[in-house]
């Protein structure tokens, strides 16, 4: 059982395997930010080598030093800010919301009605003005020759 959770949890850890693959799950797939997938001259019009070469070492060049300066200042932050949102959810899933659809969802009628009869109160209170609105319209159709 614990040799288990052990691999599991290799499984799991994005540290541990191909240091080179931060992206085995590809959810970023659709992001392309290349200089082939963003930069491209079409046959028939070309610059110059050398303005191409030294565009492509420019556009290259900043990009990496962009982000990378972008995840040193926020990365960590952004991490911290997701993973609470996250553990703010989980919890708010496993606390909060399972047990309530499971109580919604048990024997108890009388606790039903009650929330039924709420809902119903409110929504009356929403829609009746829109309903007196639509029982006033009156649709008359015509047949053109």
Known sequence: ????DENQNQEQ????GDPNSRDPKQINK?????FEDVI?????????DEVW??????????KNCCYRFLT???????????GCIYACTSFNQIWCITPCVRFSKSG???????????FETA????????RRLRSNLSMVLRKEN
């Open 1 to 4: 059982m614990e040799m288990d």
């Open 13 to 16: 850890n994005p540290l541990r």
């Open 30 to 34: 659709d992001i392309q930010v290349d």
């Open 40 to 48: 491209a001259e079409p046959d028939g019009i070309y610059s110059v």
């Open 53 to 62: 070469k030294a565009s492509y070492f420019t556009f290259t060049g900043s």
């Open 72 to 82: 040193m200042m926020f990365g960590v932050p952004c991490s911290l800010m997701w």
């Open 108 to 118: 108890c009628k009388a606790m039903r009605q009650c929330f039924s009869l709420a």
């Open 123 to 130: 929504f009356d209170a929403l829609f009746s003005p829109l």
